[in-house]
Structures are given as structure tokens and as C-alpha cells.
């Protein structure tokens, strides 16, 4: 069945490095991909998604491009930020959403 | 406009009694769903709902819990009898259809702990 798998974290890294968290999924036809973010203590948000391959998603300065031929949507960001600690949640639309398992971000400064 | 609103935020309660959890969905979102998150298991989508009507429930875990949705406003989770494995956060999210294109909209969750 379909499926996505995320990388595993903690993720740790310093204010103002390259965050790249991998995404890989399993599906059949030509699924939507989205990025969601969870902040502590909270519900998962929305970061961005791309419907077809080749498009990019962004948001906040994060991007994600759906790359058909290694079945990837691989999440990165230039320069984090001690906000954008949070977890991050891979998912792949169908009648529900298939998500990952989520991958923990700490930025410190 | 208003979010998905999900209540109680908190609930602490002894094992055995009844829980009850309530959302309400974003007006004019056709599917809820409610998903449970620990940190063993992740999220797991539990069950969803299209205009009122249960279409998947294989996520229930068992005959403990059960989960209703009377109108197009208004959805509730139900364990009876709680145990103390059931201890987690409880999401509810709505889309407004189930599109490629739709993303989900989450609620700030309810944290039960059964003691």
C-alpha cells in the first residue's frame, strides 16, 4: 500500500544552518505530497504542499520539490531559525492522509 | 474564520471511567477525522467521517472506543472503559473534500492521561 517514510531524528543544528529532512514514498497513481509542521503543544499545521511532479512547495522560507523519478519530496530550509523547532510530518494524500512518523527539530542558538 | 475546535484540551481521569471528546469541525469541511499520537506510535489515524457517514474505522483499536458524528458540526471520540494504555493526545481534522489538492486542518488536540 502506500506509504512514506521520513527520516529518523532528533535533528539538532545550529541558528542559521541548511536543514534537510529526506522524505521518501511508496504509491500507486499520482498522489499529492505535503510537509506539515507540529509546534509543542499544538495540532499539526500546514507547511506546504506540491500536487504533481516537478512542482515546488514553499512556505517561511522552507521548500519541497516532488521528485517523481526518486519518488522524494525531501524538505529544506537555507538558514533555520530557533522557531522552526517543532516536528515535521511528510504526508501523501489519498482518501486520508498517509503520514510519516515525523522527524524532531531542535535549532539551538 | 475559526478553526477546528477540539475539547477539553486536557482530561485526567481514573482508569474505567468514560471519556468523551468533542470536535467541531471547520464549516463546510465534508470529512473529519480523528487521529491519536504517541510517541511510541506516532500519529494513527483512527477513523474518518464524509458528510456525517463512518468509512473507515480500521484504526479503532478496539471495541472500547467508538466515535459518532450526529451532524455536520459536531463529532465525538468515546472510551468506556478507559485504560491507562490509552493515555495520549487526541487530534480531530477536517478537509474540505478528499481531493489530491486538500490538505488537512487540525485541531489543538486534547491530552488525556488515564491514571
Known amino acids: 500500500g502506500d506509504s512514506v517514510t521520513q527520516m529518523e531524528g532528533p535533528v539538532t543544528l545550529s541558528e542559521e544552518a541548511f536543514l534537510t529532512i529526506n522524505c521518501t514514498y511508496t504509491?500507486?497513481?499520482?498522489?499529492?505530497l505535503f510537509w506539515y509542521v507540529q509546534y509543542p503543544g499544538e495540532g499539526l499545521q500546514l507547511l506546504l504542499k506540491a500536487t504533481k511532479a516537478d512542482d515546488k512547495g514553499s512556505n517561511k522560507g522552507f521548500e519541497a520539490t516532488y521528485r517523481k523519478e526518486t519518488t522524494s519530496f525531501h524538505l529544506e530550509k537555507g538558514s533555520v531559525q530557533v522557531s522552526d523547532s517543532a516536528v515535521y510530518f511528510c504526508?501523501?494524500?489519498?482518501?486520508?492522509?498517509?503520514f510519516g512518523k515525523g522527524t524532531s527539530l531542535l535549532v539551538t542558538p | 474564520d475559526a478553526g477546528v475546535i477540539q475539547s477539553p484540551r486536557h482530561e485526567v481521569t481514573e482508569m474505567g471511567q468514560e471519556v468523551t471528546l468533542r470536535c467541531k469541525p471547520i464549516?463546510?469541511?465534508?470529512?473529519l477525522f480523528w487521529y491519536r499520537q504517541t510517541m511510541m506510535r506516532g500519529l494513527e489515524l483512527l477513523i474518518y467521517?464524509?458528510?456525517?457517514?463512518?468509512?473507515?474505522d480500521s484504526g479503532m483499536p478496539e471495541d472500547r472506543f467508538s466515535a459518532k458524528m450526529p451532524n455536520a458540526s459536531f463529532s465525538t471520540l468515546k472510551i468506556q472503559p478507559s485504560e491507562p494504555r490509552d493515555s495520549a493526545v487526541y487530534f480531530c481534522?477536517?478537509?474540505?473534500?478528499?481531493?489530491?489538492?486538500?490538505?488537512?486542518?487540525f485541531g489543538d488536540g486534547t491530552r488525556l492521561s488515564i491514571l
Open positions: 481534522a477536517s478537509s474540505l473534500d478528499d481531493s489530491r489538492n486538500q490538505p488537512q486542518h
Open positions: 464549516s463546510g469541511h465534508d470529512y
Open positions: 504526508a501523501l494524500s489519498g482518501h486520508a492522509l498517509n
Open positions: 467521517f464524509n458528510n456525517n457517514v463512518p468509512i473507515d
Open positions: 504509491a500507486t497513481g499520482y498522489p499529492s
